[in-house]
């Protein structure tokens, strides 16, 4: 079943790149510049997955529901202020999950197409694929800001569809949020959920991707098999 699709559509945060330590650090440094009270890094952890605005305006409430009351000039500030601190910390302590470059290059050899379809602003893909040095694996990189809509909308995925010259069949949808797999389903793309990511808390099982795996290698492993 899964030898049979050779284009894989990977998420980034949470799927190859254990972002969070880095995004917590531009977050409390963004709230610090305000005068605001910080988080530890756990807290933050589970308030990324939907993009930096969504990361800021949860930081801004205090919590993963964003407060209805917040000042839309104070995130655009915010947001402006957070993606100048990110820059700066993009690999500071962000590193791949275990197996992640070694499963890359396994499938890369076996001839399998790699994409990344991240809800990350698209400025920021690039440099942290090269300080992770695998940024020569992927033939495609689609941001959160590529297009007006991100996931859980499909957009992102029927765009990378068309850029590739592949059809829905074709492709795994490979991500560790609700988001990557409802993308997936809407865009009638079979999917693989990773449980190490950041998934609010939630068993990614219970989004019904079709398969699920808890380790990269898991994954590679799968694909790999005749």
Not at 163 to 174: F, G, P, S
């Amino acid at each position: 079943m899964l030898q049979q699709k050779n284009v894989l559509l990977f998420d980034l945060d949470g799927t190859l790149v254990n972002s969070a330590p880095d995004l917590a650090l531009a977050v409390n440094r963004t709230l610090k510049d305000l005068g605001k009270k910080t988080f530890d890094g756990d807290t933050i952890h589970h308030w990324v997955g939907n993009g930096a605005k969504v990361l800021i305006s949860r930081a801004l409430s205090g919590s993963a529901d964003i407060d209805p009351k917040l000042d839309q000039s104070l995130i655009n500030d915010a947001l402006a202020i957070f993606l100048a601190h990110y820059e700066q910390c993009l690999c500071v302590e962000s590193v791949l999950y275990p197996g992640v470059k070694e499963g890359l290059v396994s499938l890369k050899s076996a001839g399998f197409r790699l994409a990344i379809i991240t809800n990350k602003p698209a400025v920021f893909i690039q440099p942290i694929l090269e300080g992770l040095e695998v940024d020569n694996l992927f033939e495609l990189l689609i941001g959160g800001d590529t297009l007006p809509q991100r996931k859980p909308d499909p957009a992102q995925l029927n765009y990378a569809l068309a850029e590739l010259n592949v059809t829905a069949e074709q492709c795994w949808m490979i991500g560790d949020s609700k988001n990557d797999i409802l993308a997936a389903k809407a865009a009638n793309i079979a999917s693989v959920g990773l449980t190490y990511g950041y998934n609010y808390g939630e068993s990614i099982a219970n989004y019904h991707p079709e398969l699920c795996f808890d380790t990269f290698a898991q994954l590679t492993e799968s694909l790999l098999a005749k």
